[in-house]
């Protein structure tokens, strides 16, 4: 959830949970491009002007909720697998877990998928910048704690010897491409989704 993942200096009258939960909201159902930046003031209860105080823009208010997402992607991550051998049973996990979200992390999955490209280019501001290199870390973090896995398991035999980094990424865009398409209520279910990653995904890394 947002207020799980904000800085614990963040104090009781800071509106900044209540803009991001209402951002996620609204660049998740309605689109980035399609949300004013004046309608999250409006469903705050501020006027806008008092936004800036919290972001500068709603693209810095977008990188942002990207670098929270990737933020809780990678705790959980290694949340479920710390202890869990072999590897493929911890790779299982790790799918599975991706998958064990709320509505609201739908959302903000859905939101970090589709501007991806958005922390390929420097940005203009000094807190936009801070906040895109912030996620490419991020990124990076969660890459290589993903082809650690795999690493992991080739050496014990768990999986075949292949490039522990290539086979990573090739999993991980299995997994993340759900975003792209999964939609509450639609033709398949998460626990639907998640069998059919996770068996793709052995697939790819097994013999």
């Given amino acids: 959830m947002v207020q799980a993942l904000l800085p614990e200096t963040e104090g009781p009258r800071s509106k900044r949970t209540l803009i991001l939960a209402a951002a996620i909201d609204s660049f998740g159902k309605d689109g980035y491009e399609h949300t004013k930046w004046a309608k999250i003031a409006d469903e ?31 705790e959980r991550f290694r949340e479920v697998t710390a202890d869990i051998s072999p590897a493929d049973k911890a790779l299982e996990a790790a799918i599975a877990a991706a998958y064990d979200v709320t509505p609201t992390e739908v959302l903000q999955m859905r939101i970090l998928q589709s501007h991806m490209d958005l922390l390929a280019t420097p940005r203009p501001s000094e807190r936009e910048e801070a906040e895109r290199q912030r996620a490419r870390g991020l990124v990076r973090d969660i890459e290589n704690e993903w082809t650690a896995l795999l690493t992991r398991g080739m050496k014990a035999k768990d999986f075949p010897k292949r490039d522990p ?17 999964y939609r509450p209520g639609g033709p398949m279910t998460l626990d639907e989704v998640r069998k059919l990653i996770s068996g793709a995904c052995l697939r790819v890394v097994g013999p």
């Fill in 165 to 181: 980094h290539a086979m990573a990424t090739v999993v991980l865009a299995l997994v993340v491409s759900v975003w792209r398409w």
């Fill in 44 to 74: 705050v209860g501020i006027g806008q002007t008092a936004l800036y105080h919290y972001f500068e823009s709603k693209a810095h208010c977008l990188l942002t909720i990207m670098s929270l997402e990737l933020s809780r992607s990678l």
